[in-house]
């Protein structure tokens, strides 16, 4: 038995922050030159006090609308976000409050980045298979801004907020295959390093330090190594995807559209040079999106049916790599 | 001129560009002992090997990748003669192949 994606929407929040605001806000940033390699115009940005779990909330809300399924038939939430609530409870109890979930559901937090999603549809699949649960609701969301300072332009360029929500169910059609891949050795060059138990929050962890471009941080914002993160999805993610389409017996031309994780425009088109995927079979929204981490694959497959690029019985192959090094690849045939 | 130094002049050029900051104290300093990761943040690290790429192309009608399992500790990255070299070496084993 499979399962296919039955329904997928997405939530942004209302504050966009473009380019011109970053350059009135930081006039010596060279916005220009950065945004050639980026590809990022503009993102949204969560209001104070409006959390990944209220961008899942509000996806939730619309896929339940639009879907037209009943509340009451979804057996199992998953959450993934690295922008909790609480460190415990899960968001996944907390959306399942105010959704009105049924009791019985299973629900659960993933705490992944921007492989997240390929590992809910793995999960989705698995579930559906070992235990016979049907209708999984998969959220992913996050709020990265909250974790970014605001003058450090090497990642506040890059990340925008947003939350999606995919409803999975059993069908004969949907999930062909997933591969997955771990390097846990390099887990230090996209980081938080404070405010776990590890390095607990203190006034020495919000002390500020200016690096040689002038980017301020302190130890409980994000720190991202972005030339590492390049050569390890140089290093990993192709040959990922030629093992999942080897695996499967297919090539590229197989595959009517690729969605990476949108990282940036730069790691994009480095990959789509080293996969030597045709320009035309990428799909690229990240100029009005900007990376949303976990959000930004089912961003970017809602964002291409709504423009009619995937039709029944084509194949998609999906991609996301990130914090970690995590990454993995799906490839769904569309019902 | 020859390889090395064409590739180091480019290198230069494309460094000064993605930013200036990278370029403080030449004065005092041989380019190619400029500490590049010293001296660009990530995402000038990434714009750099992106503008590199391309500029290689452009220059010698060559695609290298200038990132893989080989840089993932970033040491080619280190300064721009280790850099040069790097490239360099990409460019006689693509011309060998």
């Not at chain 1, 979930?101 to 590992?119: E, P, Q, R, T």
């Not at chain 2, 190619?32 to 660009?40: A, F, K, N, Y």
Request: hydrophobic share 40%.
């Amino acid at each position: 038995m499979n399962c296919s994606i039955a329904a997928l929407e997405y939530f942004l929040p209302k504050k966009i922050v473009n380019n011109r605001d970053l350059l009135i806000e930081n006039p010596s940033w060279n916005i220009a030159e950065i945004v050639k390699k980026t590809g990022v115009d503009s993102r949204h940005i969560a209001a104070s006090g409006e959390t990944a779990l209220d961008l899942g909330y509000e996806a939730s809300k619309k896929l339940l609308n639009t879907s037209g399924i009943n509340k009451d038939d979804i057996g199992t939430l998953i959450f993934c976000t690295q922008s909790p609530d609480h460190i415990l409870p899960a968001n996944a109890n907390i959306l399942h409050n105010k959704l009105a979930l049924k009791d019985g559901v299973w629900a659960f937090d993933v705490n992944l980045a921007c492989s997240g999603y390929i590992y809910g549809l793995a999960l989705s699949k698995a579930l559906l298979n070992t235990y016979e649960l049907d209708n999984i609701l998969l959220v992913t969301a996050d709020t990265y801004s909250k974790y970014i300072h605001p003058k450090d332009k090497s990642v506040r360029m890059l990340f925008g907020d947003g939350a999606a929500a995919t409803l999975l169910r059993r069908s004969d059609y949907g999930i062909i295959d997933v591969t997955i891949g771990t390097f846990g050795k390099k887990y230090d060059k996209f980081i938080i390093p404070a405010g776990g138990l590890r390095i607990p929050r203190s006034r020495k962890t919000e002390e500020e330090i200016t690096d040689n471009s002038g980017n301020r941080r302190t130890q409980g914002n994000i720190f991202m190594e972005g030339f590492s993160l390049l050569s390890l999805a140089m290093a990993k993610v192709p040959e990922n995807i030629r093992q999942i389409l080897a695996k499967n017996n297919l090539k590229i031309e197989d595959i009517e559209l690729f969605i990476f994780h949108q990282a940036s425009k730069a790691v994009l088109d480095t990959l789509k040079k080293a996969t030597e995927i045709p320009e035309e079979k990428v799909f690229n929204n990240i100029a009005n999106i900007g990376n949303v981490v976990s959000a930004s694959i089912p961003i970017a497959l809602k964002d291409a049916l709504s423009a009619n690029k995937i039709k029944r019985g084509d194949k998609v192959l999906l991609c996301g790599f990130g914090a970690g090094f995590s990454w993995g690849s799906a490839i769904l045939e569309w019902g | 001129m020859q390889n090395s130094e064409k590739v180091e002049k480019l290198v230069y050029e494309v460094v000064k560009d993605i930013n200036k900051m990278a370029v403080q104290n030449l004065n005092t300093e041989r380019i190619g002992d400029i500490p590049l990761q010293e001296r660009l943040d990530s995402l000038a690290m990434v714009n750099l090997v992106v503008s590199l790429e391309e500029t290689i192309k452009q220059e010698f009608g060559i695609s290298i990748s200038l990132v893989g399992s080989d840089t993932e500790d970033s040491s080619p990255f280190k300064t721009i003669g280790s850099l040069v070299h790097y490239i360099c070496s990409q460019l006689e084993k693509k011309k060998r192949s």
